[in-house]
């Protein structure tokens, strides 16, 4: 069955970086648009970031374009996210999705991993 | 950017209460919208996607409708289970910001 898990979450310094990671399974990785979304304690969900299925385009939100990297490692079925510049602001639980096709939707994300940024 | 609008942004409701909650685009998203239901502590679910197609595995008590810039979700006889956030999400913008409404919780009455 499809599966994402991701890690790398944990507390650390504003201005410091942090890389998350989401490893897949149960799906040809290879195949699939990747997304990152983010929730903020007791708040909705944010959409972070876009990586096509061959790592050829990537999207930002206007809130961590310039700071904020996605990539992915078709070879190893993993997504990675590299945050640097961290803001308070960036404090979140992390998501990572599968985009499901045509039309666009979510259909499968991880359990997420929690991110705090705190002096 | 396209916006997203829900309303309302909470709600109580009773178990076998029928009701509906309603997203507005800023621009026309054709069918591009999606809704998801997310639990506490829990990721997000999705239930409908192009408006009104069910996703595999919902209950046929959850139904999408709406074009153009206004959507509803409508669950037809609420479960204890139902209790939850709902969001929507537009898939239509170029570049691609899969942009979110801010959720309606659906509370126990």
């Given at each position: 069955?499809?599966q ?24 040809t ?28 385009n ?7 374009k ?6 992915r ?6 997504l ?40 | ?32 919208l ?16 192009a ?5 595999s595995g919902?209950p046929s ?7 153009g ?16 956030t ?18 309606t ?5």
């Amino acid at each position: 069955q499809v599966q994402l898990v991701e890690s790398g979450g944990g507390v650390v310094q504003p201005g410091r970086s942090l890389r998350l990671s989401c490893a897949a399974s149960g799906f040809t990785f290879s195949s699939y648009g990747m997304h990152w979304v983010r929730q903020a304690p007791g708040k909705g969900l944010e959409w972070v970031a876009l990586i096509w299925y061959d790592g050829t385009n990537k999207y930002y939100a206007d809130s961590v374009k310039g700071r904020f990297t996605i990539s992915r490692d078709n070879s190893k079925n993993t997504l990675f996210l590299q945050m640097n510049s961290l803001r308070v602001e960036d404090t979140a639980v992390y998501y990572c999705a599968r985009e499901g096709g045509v039309p666009i939707f979510f259909d499968y994300w991880g359990q997420g991993t929690l991110v705090t940024v705190s002096s | 950017d396209i916006q997203m609008t829900q309303s309302p942004s909470s709600l109580s409701a009773s178990v076998g209460d029928r009701v509906t909650i309603t997203c507005r685009a800023s621009q026309s998203i054709s069918n591009y919208l999606n809704w998801y239901q997310q639990k506490p502590g829990k990721a997000p679910k999705l239930l409908i996607y192009a408006a009104s197609s069910l996703q595999s595995g919902v209950p046929s008590r959850f139904r999408g409708s709406g074009s153009g810039t206004d959507f509803t979700l409508t669950i037809s006889s609420l479960q204890p289970e139902d209790f939850a956030t709902y969001y929507c999400q537009q898939s239509y913008s170029t570049p691609p910001e899969r942009t979110f409404g801010q959720g309606t919780k659906l509370e126990i009455k």
